[in-house]
């Protein structure tokens, strides 16, 4: 699906994507954005940037998984094994993702009353979100 701009919002959203691509050159990121990412590929490249959300509280000290370098996972918020939402998504390190003390490690219950999201709830991760992110762009 591609976004319709309307007269003067294309200038915007170029100037956008040059501002996050100068915050992603000084973060030393290999990401870029372009105008030919679709708005669910720029959403996931923003989460990715924003890092890891539960580092980013300092709830967590960010791991690795064993041999690969750091990096953000990312992980879909739902409730059970419910349908994914391509915009509920969080980004997590390889520990507080997949690792021993990550929610998939713990399980979501256990994770949830160790890290207390806002409303403890997988949900309540958004709000975490969308706060890194604004950091990201705001710089």
Same mark, same amino acid.
């Given at each position: ?5 309307? =007269?003067?919002?294309? /200038? /915007? /959203? ?8 100068? =915050?992603?050159?000084?973060? &030393? ?12 590929? =720029?959403? &996931? ?5 924003? #890092?890891? /959300? ?6 967590? =000290? ?39 003390? #990550?929610?998939?490690? $713990?399980?979501?219950?256990?994770? $949830? ?10 949900? #309540? ?9 604004? &950091?990201?762009?705001?710089?």
């Amino acid at each position: 699906m591609k976004l319709k701009l309307t =007269r003067g919002g294309e /200038a /915007a /959203a170029m100037d956008t994507l040059a501002r996050l691509n100068e =915050r992603a050159e000084k973060l &030393k990121l290999s990401v870029r954005f372009s105008e030919a990412m679709t708005p669910q590929q =720029r959403h &996931k490249m923003l989460v990715v940037q924003a #890092g890891c /959300a539960l580092g980013n509280r300092g709830l967590h =000290r960010c791991e690795s998984k064993p041999g690969e370098a750091l990096r953000t996972c990312i992980h879909h918020v739902a409730t059970g094994s419910g349908k994914r939402h391509p915009y509920a998504i969080v980004g997590l390190c390889w520990g507080g993702h997949q690792g021993p003390g #990550g929610i998939h490690g $713990l399980g979501v219950r256990a994770f $949830l009353r160790l890290y207390r999201p806002p409303g403890e709830t997988e949900w #309540g991760m958004l709000a975490w979100v969308n706060e890194d992110i604004a &950091k990201v762009r705001l710089g």
